[in-house]
Each structure stands twice: as C-alpha cells, then as structure tokens.
C-alpha cells in the first residue's frame, strides 16, 4: 500500500510552499540576469534580404506541428489530474504537475516565437526567445517530476536544489555561449534535460510499476536529441546552404517525434494505469458487493 503525504485542505501557505518558492527564487534569479545580458532580438538579428525562409507546405507542417502541443497539453492535465488522484497521490504533488505541464505551453510558446524570427528556418542560435524555451522546459519536467514524488524526503528536497542550481548555472553559461557563439556553452541544457527525465523516469516507474516508462525518455531524449544532432549537421543555414527540405523534415520529427511523443505516451500511461484500470477495479468491485 502506498503511503501518501496530503496537505490539510485550506491551507496553502505552509513550508511546502515556502521550500517551492526558495527553489523558484534561485531558478528565477538566473532567468532575470539571462535578460538582463542577452541583446534583443533587434540588435541580435540584422535584416539580411538573401535569407531563405521556410514556406509552403513545409511551414504548413512546422506550424501544425508546434500547435499541436496546445491539444495535447491540456488532454494531458486532465489525464494526469483525475489518473494521479485516483492512485492515491496528494494536492500538493498533482499541483505540481499540472504546473509543471503548463510551463511545457510556455515553453512551446516561446519556442514559436523562437522559430518565426527565424523565418521557420531552424538555427542553433542564441536568443532569449531560445532560451526561455529551454528554461521553461526544463522547469517543466522537474515540476513534472515532483509532481510524481509518493513521499517527500531529505533527498527529494536535494534533488529539487540541485535542478534550481542547474538552471542558475544554465542561466549564466548561455550568455557566455553568446558572446563565444559557440553552440558547445548549450551541452549543459542537454545535460540537465537528460538528468531530469532520468528522476522524471523512476518516479514515474515507482508509481506506476509499468516497464513502458522507458519509452518516455526514449522519445523525449533519444529521438529528441537525434534529430537536433542531424538539424545541427545536415540542416545548412539560411544563407549560405539552404537546406529547406532536410531541415523542415528534422524540425518536424525533433518535435512530433520527440516532446510530444514523450508526453503523449506518458500521458497514455497515466490514464491506463490510473484511470482504466481503476474505473475496471471499481466495476468489478461494485459487482462482487452487487
């Protein structure tokens, strides 16, 4: 039988919070010194009439694709909401989760953002735009992640501080990786993404005992990371090797192939494991007592 910590209804403010919070505040700092560093986009970009610019039906795609995550997500919250309620889990952690997946449509705005300064034509660069999309990302899965946590202990705090600490030490490298233009400053957020999902995994699997949970990292890592690799070397650039198709075809997978799925099968998961059985568990139940 799981043994679940819950928080007395009606009462917010309480060390929990106040320990959420300090780890905010940390996160936050190194977020508020990035914008304070980073150039805007105005001054970052100049306007350059030989761009190629992604259109047609790859655009189409690329759009199609980013705008998905705006279906998904909120399935996902209700899924995640009603399957971890129903396995016994406390407000406070499915809290965090659905904060957690919330700053995941943060970071996908961001993202769009990202890309339409881009013409659609993905680069590997440095703007904020970029990094709020990895900041809000990583964020998400670690609120993803707690929000997974069947008993608060010593070690769950530590692990909460040492990701508020990544996303500090993050925050101060990209700027650097700016002025260097030097992609490799960027290594440290895949880092960190891979570390998370590695926690976000056994948590995942503590609570639901299902083997299947690899496949989360598998996608949202592996697959992701792949195609990120492949974009960086057979994506061209925009000015002076174009590539549209490889790179179009490579953004898509990145996304379609690796967040979304990630999520999309976590999100499947949850429901089978907190909201199918458990309605079958139910029925059957009602139908011994009947």
């Known amino acids: 039988m799981i043994n679940i910590q819950k928080s007395p209804r009606g009462k917010i403010f309480n060390s929990d919070l106040a320990f959420i919070a300090f780890c905010f505040l940390i996160a ?3 977020l508020g010194y990035t914008l304070t560093i980073l150039p805007e986009i105005a001054q970052s970009q100049l306007v350059n009439p030989n761009r190629i610019c992604i259109t047609g039906g790859w655009k189409f795609g690329l759009i199609v694709t980013h705008i998905l ?3 998904l997500i909120p399935l996902a919250m209700r899924i995640f909401y009603d399957g971890l309620k129903n396995l016994g889990l406390g407000f406070k952690v499915i809290f965090a989760s ?13 993202e769009i953002g990202w890309h339409v300064t881009q013409c659609w034509y993905y ?9 709020m999309f990895y900041f809000f990302l990583i964020s998400a899965f670690v609120l993803w992640s707690d929000g997974l946590v069947i008993k608060t202990t010593a070690l769950t705090r530590l692990v909460n501080i040492l990701f508020a600490i990544s996303l500090l030490v993050i925050s101060i490298l990209y700027p650097l990786g700016y002025k260097a233009d030097n992609p490799s ?3 440290p957020i895949y880092i960190a993404l891979t570390i998370v999902f590695g926690v976000l995994t056994y948590r995942g699997y503590q609570l639901l005992k299902d083997w299947k949970i690899i496949l989360v990292p598998i996608f949202s890592v592996g697959v992701n990371l792949t195609f990120v690799f492949l974009l960086d070397k057979y994506g061209g650039d925009p000015y002076t090797n174009p590539q549209v198709a490889l790179n ?7 996304d379609l192939g690796g967040t979304e799925a990630g999520v ?4 499947w998961l949850v429901y089978s494991k907190g909201i199918a059985e458990f309605s079958h568990g139910n029925q059957e139940k009602l139908a011994i007592e009947n």
């Open 185 to 187: 400053f960027k290594v």
């Open 28 to 30: 936050l700092f190194g």
């Open 98 to 110: 659905q904060l957690g997946l919330a700053f995941i449509m943060v970071a996908i705005a961001a």
């Open 123 to 131: 680069q590997n660069d440095f703007t904020m735009l970029n990094f």
């Open 248 to 254: 179009a075809l490579f953004h898509i997978l990145h």
């Open 264 to 267: 999309a099968i976590f999100t």
């Open 69 to 71: 995550t705006f279906a």
